[in-house]
Every structure is written in C-alpha cells, then in structure tokens.
C-alpha cells in the first residue's frame, strides 16, 4: 500500500473515531480509549494534513467526505468529470474536493468494478446510412 493511501484510510479512521468521541460523556472509560485511540492516529499522520483536517473540524465542516454519484458529501456540489475519473483510476491517492476543500474518497459503491463484464455487454449495431448517389449534369 503506498504511502497517500495509508494517509487516506487513517484520515477516515481518525474521523471515525471523532465522531464516536463526540457521542461519549468525558467521564467514561470508553471516552479515555478512544482518545487515547485518536491521539494514536494523530502521531502517524504528517502534521501539514492535521493542520488541514483540524481547520475544517474546528469550524464543524467535515474534514473528510466520501463521494456518492460523482457528488462530494462534504458540500453537496457535483464533482467535475475529470476529477471523478482521477478517482475512479487512483483511489489510493489523497485528493481534495475542489469546491469545500475537504479531502475526498470514492465510496465503496463507487470503487469496486462495473456489475457488467465484458462478455455480458452487447454491441449495439449502428443504422446504415443510404449511399449517395451523384448523377451527372447534363
């Protein structure tokens, strides 16, 4: 796995247990495990993404977002087609959305193969075109 992929999945780790945070009561021993989970992640992620990833939290965007039907879920706005394909063919890669500035990943609907294979699709023939016939001029 390489190294913007590992990034991404514990970005989405980190978010996950942020989440599950805000749901506990501080006085809890479940709240002290998860924070000592989260502090785990965050000594393993470059500090310059942390920065990113808590500027957005701390205003209470979303940090990061999947994306469902070329849509980014952190905005809501629709993805530009050469963006979803950057996606769809390097989805190890840490990507930002262009419009909110949240980092973006495929959802897991989106990043497995076609339900199609190649034997299932069928060509479709194209209509013939009548030839043209020129006379001459007399």
Known sequence: MNQAADVLKRLRKLAEFDAELRKL?????????????????????????LGHYDGRTARGKLAIAP??????????????????SDLRRKPGELNVCDNCGAFIYLGEAESGPSTLSISDRVPVP???KPKRTYSKRS
């Open 67 to 84: 994306v469902h039907r070329g849509v980014c879920g952190s905005c809501h706005l629709a993805m530009p087609s050469g963006r979803l």
């Open 25 to 49: 009561s501080d006085q809890t021993e479940e709240y002290g495990e998860t924070r000592d989970k989260i502090d785990s992640l965050r000594a393993l992620l470059p500090t310059s993404i």
């Open 126 to 128: 194209k209509p013939l």
